[in-house]
Nanobody, 121 residues
Framework: QVQLVESGGGLVQAGESLRLSCAASGSIFSINFLGWYRQTSGKQRELVAGITSGGKPNYVNSVKGRFTISRDNAENTMYLQMTSLAPEDTAVYYC???????????????WGQGTQVTVSA
């Protein structure tokens, strides 16, 4: 089974930083990390930081200048460095990747289980 596992979330105070990690494991022929999403209870999942196939990052306006996305497809890892956190950043953060499990697998999108980030004022 292919898995994406997020880690690094937690409870922090406003202004502090967190670094989220996403580790892929299992039978993976190839992987392309697509980005980080977040979701608050009662709201739709939102793209926070995306990254193109060419490696160019893009961010939702509310996190520009504060968050940095990075990835290493060869090492099956993706990161989200979050600084100057604010209560509005409180959400469950999800990793998203496109994975081929074998040479015959055309590939599909996978989601992690999410990691909780809570920012107190």
């Amino acid at each position: 089974q292919v898995q994406l596992v997020e880690s690094g979330g937690g409870l922090v105070q406003a202004g502090e930083s967190l670094r989220l990690s996403c580790a892929a494991s299992g039978s993976i022929f190839s992987i392309n990390f697509l980005g980080w999403y977040r979701q608050t209870s009662g709201k739709q999942r939102e793209l926070v930081a995306g990254i193109t196939s060419g490696g160019k990052p893009n961010y939702v306006n509310s996190v520009k200048g504060r968050f940095t996305i990075s990835r290493d497809n060869a090492e099956n890892t993706m990161y989200l460095q979050m600084t100057s956190l604010a209560p509005e950043d409180t959400a469950v953060y999800y990793c998203n990747a496109y994975i081929r499990r074998s040479i015959r697998d055309p590939g599909s999108q996978f989601w992690g289980q999410g990691t909780q980030v809570t920012v107190s004022a």
